[in-house]
């Protein structure tokens, strides 16, 4: 009698593992479906039973999207991600609270340059894409915590609660539901096509630097001027309590002052998009942090809100 197996017609985790290494994300996503209970039974032997253990095995299963290119070989793939999970909950049981979460999310930065070595990863831009459009369906005060932590350069719990301007346990909170919203997203998604993320954030970008160059002529064109409608409103920091504020003037009044800035790092989705700004402030009247960012959140193309941030300095 032939040993109990999964049907012929099922692929092999080698088989997986080689297509998966090729830039299949519907290929990468079934391998981590396939592997998930003993991936969670590691994960309970090392932490016990809490939330911890499904952060770990999301965390871990997040990982194993950035290395699948490491594997060498296919059919000990399962061994493979029954590692990332040790690590990922020893990692958990040394750091105590600040346990980065999404690993290598902050290394897949939307437009930057492409690893040294391609060979040993799958493709970046599939898998970029792939990603975004997971970070797309979450909630939009989930989403918003996740850009900040793993796409931009403001990362530690006590910057994005001041960012969000809400308590620390709040970003805590928002980021693991948004693991747990991503790691099904993820394998729901897998085998769909996705959007061109990329590009997304490369016309945010131009948008950046044509707004602070048109600002800083004194004109907005109207390309520009069609972003900043009569309705959006500057809050937060640099906005006024119980009075409409328009962003343009603010901004404005401190480059007459002397204050300029420019675009260090811009990551966008459909309605979210951050502009990371370094400043620089010779002979101005006022003198801002060396950095700040643009928190702007938008309806059909638009601005509706912004929020200036001024990141405290990493310790």
């Known amino acids: ?30 391998l981590i479906a396939r592997h998930q209970a003993s991936m969670r039974a590691v994960a309970l032997s090392l932490l016990g039973y809490g939330p911890d253990v499904d952060d770990a095995v999301q965390d871990a299963s997040l990982t194993a999207l950035r290395r699948i290119g490491d594997v060498r ?25 600040e346990v980065p979460g999404l690993d290598g ?67 805590r909170s928002r980021l693991s539901h948004a693991r747990a919203h991503m790691a099904r997203a993820l394998t729901e998604t897998a085998s769909q096509a996705h959007g061109d993320a990329a590009a997304v954030t490369e016309a945010s970008r131009d948008e950046a630097v044509a707004t602070l160059r048109a600002w800083d002529a004194g004109g907005l064109p109207r390309e520009i001027s069609e972003l900043w409608p009569a309705e959006s409103e500057m809050v937060g920091r640099l906005g006024r309590a119980g009075e409409r504020v328009h962003p343009v003037p603010v901004m ?43 928190l702007m959140f938008r309806r059909n193309g638009r601005v509706e809100r912004l929020r200036v941030v001024f990141p405290r300095p990493a310790q």
């Open 1 to 30: 009698m032939a040993p109990f197996g999964p049907p012929s017609s099922d692929p092999s985790d080698e088989e997986l593992t080689r297509r998966a290494q090729a830039g299949e994300t519907g290929a990468l996503g079934l």
């Open 73 to 97: 070989d296919g059919e000990a793939v399962g061994a493979w991600l029954r590692a990332i999970v040790r690590n990922a909950c020893r990692m958990r049981l040394r750091a105590g609270h």
């Open 105 to 171: 999310l902050d290394q897949l930065r939307l437009g930057d340059d492409e690893g040294s070595q391609p060979e040993r990863h799958i493709d970046r831009h599939a898998m970029r894409d792939w990603i975004w459009e997971a970070v797309e369906g979450l909630p939009q005060h989930l989403r918003l915590v996740l850009m900040l932590r793993h796409f931009s350069g403001i990362t530690s719990y006590q910057a994005i609660a001041d960012a969000c301007e809400v308590p620390v346990g709040t970003v």
């Open 252 to 294: 404005r009044h401190y480059l007459e002052d002397g204050v300029r800035q420019h675009v260090r790092h811009v990551v966008a989705g459909r309605d979210i998009a951050i502009w990371e700004m370094d400043v620089t402030h010779d002979g101005a009247r006022h003198v801002c942090p060396p950095n700040l960012a643009w």
